[in-house]
């Protein structure tokens, strides 16, 4: 399990809009139920669908939590959040399976179709990463009324929007050439015609609106740039956001944008939104950064648009197929800058990975709304 370094004001300076969590009283003969980790604040969107497993009058003296994998410090502090529950750790999932009657909440790799049908008493299952899409087949785990989903959106959202940029920046200031001459000990012009470009003034658009979109587009002001972005729901955008459009809007939006960012999750809707039509729709010579999957973007139109010119770069952490077989045509593009789904990696998003999961199971303990429940019929 990850290192627990509670540092809750990272949450606090992350979050546009965020909402202290206060405990509710405790009622009569359960007094001893311990308070939040201190300071810690869940933003609007982890609390949109915040569900309760167990209610607080029906927990049982002892809930049961299979983990992957727990530090005696992780142990330590778990027993001072949720003092109520046992953590088994070390079980293959055959193991897992044979005591599925035990558990009360696990991670997600114990949740395979066998041992949910037979842990009859499982209320919460915890995915340890944003993106669900490939638990969406998956009915007994993402619509079920007994049982409580949840993921950890928003959590990757400072380190993949510095990735963002990372990516973005490269491809602007033609970075891939100036290596190129550096590794050959030459002074000169970066190789190819592509111009560097400036991001000031230009326009973004960060199709998904959500824990990584709202950081990219909060870097995207940061450097000057018009920020309009896409999201599903009508909740509220931050100032930084010039404009937020329904997703329906989106190829309106395309003639006008020099960068599109791409943080949406796999979904029905969003499988393959970036096609032939949203690339011929691209304002020419537009850039396109993909952090989010694959399959959001049709990869023979995405190769089509590069070569022609109608996009003049991209930055993909995500590919159709991943990983991208040594062949494959994206490697030997000029004008691509290529990542294997690394955007996230950072000891910020650990941390905050950890302070999300010690509150959820703190709650989980204590019969509170869980964190981060996700719409199985939405997809994410
Ligand atoms: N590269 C990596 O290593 C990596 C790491 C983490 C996550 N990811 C990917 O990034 C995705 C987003 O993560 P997150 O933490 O930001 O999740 P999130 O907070 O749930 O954000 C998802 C956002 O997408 C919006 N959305 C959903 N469907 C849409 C559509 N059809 N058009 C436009 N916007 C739409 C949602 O709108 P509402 O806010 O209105 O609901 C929400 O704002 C994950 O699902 C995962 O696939 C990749």
Redesign the pocket.
Known sequence: MLRPVLVASLLLAACSSVEQFRQEPAPAGTASMPPAAPGFVADE?ML?RARVAIPREALPAKLVYFASELTEQDRVELARAAPNMEFVTGLSNEQALARAGEAHGCDVRFASAAFVKAATNLRWVQAH?????RYLGRPELVQSERIVFT???????PA?AD?VFAGLLALTRRLPGYLENQRQGRWGAAPGDAPAIALHGRTLLV????????EIARRGHGFGMRVWA??????PAPDFVARCE??EK?LELLPEVDVVAL?????A??ER?FDAQAFAALKPGAYLVN???GKVVDTTALIDALRSGRLAGAAL??TDPEPLPADHELWKLPNVVITP????DAELTEERHWELFAENLRRFGAGEPLLNVVDGT???
């Open positions: 969107a949109r990463s944003a993106g669900v899409d993921n950890m959106r928003g959590v990757h959202g993949i990735h199709v998904g609106l959500g824990g990584i979109g709202t896409t999201r599903r729901s009508e909740a329904r997703p989106l943080a949406v999750p796999l979904t809707q969003t939104l952090i989010a999957r952490d995500v789904h690394v955007a996230a939405a997809g994410y």
